[in-house]
């Protein structure tokens, strides 16, 4: 199996920056695709943005392109999320998740088959 460990969140100010990591341990050969995910109360878990484990290939969701930037260091086994620009309406628990499925770029949560437990940013006004 895949372990997912997230860290990096906080408390910050609306056009402030944080950067989320997310370090997978265990079966990381069997990882394709490393989603980023966020959740805020009262709401469903929201796609932020993707990367191919093995290239460069990303994805992200309209509301954040440009302000979040999402990378990876398999010599660490770690996926980021560069977060800049925050906004109060980026309040969430922040989910990192790793897809199996080769050849798949998956952009909602039931593709995804491991996760972290999250990590919380709150972004005040």
């Known amino acids: 199996q895949v372990q997912l460990v997230e860290s990096g969140g906080g408390l910050v100010q609306a056009g402030d920056s944080l950067r989320l990591s997310c370090a997978a341990s265990?079966?990381?050969?069997?990882?394709?695709?490393m989603g980023w995910f966020r959740q805020a109360p009262g709401k469903e878990r929201e796609f932020v943005a993707n990367?191919?484990?093995?290239?460069?290939?990303?994805h992200y969701v309209d509301s954040v392109q440009g302000r979040f930037t999402i990378s990876r260091d398999n010599a660490k086994n770690t996926v980021y999320l560069q977060t800049n620009n925050l906004k109060p309406e980026d309040t969430a628990v922040y989910y990192c998740?790793?897809?199996?499925?080769?050849?798949?770029?998956?952009?909602?949560?039931?593709?995804?088959?491991?996760w972290g437990q999250g990590t919380q940013v709150t972004v005040s006004s």
């Open positions: 990367i191919k484990w093995s290239s460069d290939i990303t």
């Open positions: 998740a790793a897809d199996r499925t080769p050849g798949r770029l998956g952009l909602v949560a039931e593709q995804y088959h491991y």
């Open positions: 265990g079966r990381t050969f069997l990882i394709y695709t």
